[in-house]
């Protein structure tokens, strides 16, 4: 399982980022897959997730209505639509394999078994 994301850089207040992530090794289409980022000195914290099944998609309250999930089954790629930057939003983002899912009353809780190194965000104010 591998995945590789692209698409990071230093952007201003209020910019926006595409994220990429080409995953190969596995069935993609058959699994759940997220967004995660860690902010230096912080846990990771998942951003976003691109259900499969029933093709739902959840995301973080700090990025909801900013951020969008995207997935291409054909091209084995997950994406990350980043808009109205903020420099809270800087960290490592890396893309991973759902695990496992759980959404009760609509919270969502994600673990992930393989994840890709990383692409960073960096938000200049």
């Known amino acids: 399982v591998q995945f590789v994301e692209s698409g990071g850089g230093t952007v201003q207040v209020g910019g926006s980022l595409r994220l990429s992530c080409a995953a190969s090794?596995?069935?993609?289409?058959?699994?759940?897959m997220c967004w995660v980022r860690q902010a230096p000195g912080k846990g990771p914290e998942w951003v976003s997730i691109?259900?499969?099944?029933?093709?739902?998609?959840y995301y973080a309250d700090s990025v909801k209505g900013r951020f969008t999930i995207s997935r291409d089954n054909a091209k084995n790629t997950l994406y990350l639509e980043m808009n109205s930057l903020k420099p809270e939003d800087t960290a490592l983002y890396f893309c991973?394999?759902?695990?496992?899912?759980?959404?009760?009353?609509?919270?969502?809780?994600?673990?992930?078994?393989?994840r890709g190194q990383g692409t960073q965000v960096t938000v200049s104010s």
């Open positions: 090794g596995f069935t993609f289409s058959t699994y759940a």
């Open positions: 991973a394999r759902a695990s496992f899912l759980s959404v009760l009353g609509g919270a969502a809780r994600v673990e992930y078994d393989y």
């Open positions: 691109s259900n499969t099944g029933d093709s739902n998609t």
